[in-house]
C-alpha cells in the first residue's frame, strides 16, 4: 500500500472502510487486529485534516447589490436551513 501522505481523500477513505470491515469480522489476530486499528487512527487523522483543508477554502462567490462579485467565507447551514 501506498504512504498514508500519498493517498487522495477517496482512498483514503476506501481504506478506512476496508480496515473497519476486518476488525468486524472478528477474524484476525490481536497482533493483526492491533496493526489495523493504528492504521486505521493514522487515516481518520489524515482524513480529519484534508477535510479541515477543503472546509477552509471553501467559499462562496456572491453578488453585492451593485453587481460587484466578492468572495465570501462559506457559512455552515444548520439542518432548518438557517445559516450559522
Request: charged share 40%.
Amino acid at each position: 500500500m501506498a504512504e498514508i501522505k500519498d493517498l487522495t481523500f477517496e482512498q483514503a477513505l476506501e481504506r478506512l472502510e476496508k480496515i473497519v470491515r476486518a476488525l468486524e469480522t472478528g477474524n484476525l489476530s490481536l497482533e493483526d487486529s492491533l496493526q489495523h486499528f493504528e492504521e486505521g487512527i493514522k487515516l481518520i487523522k489524515f482524513c480529519n485534516h484534508k477535510l479541515e483543508a477543503a472546509e477552509r477554502k471553501v467559499s462562496l462567490l456572491v453578488e453585492k447589490a451593485d453587481g460587484e462579485l466578492v468572495l465570501e467565507a462559506f457559512q455552515e447551514q444548520k439542518e432548518d436551513g438557517v445559516k450559522e
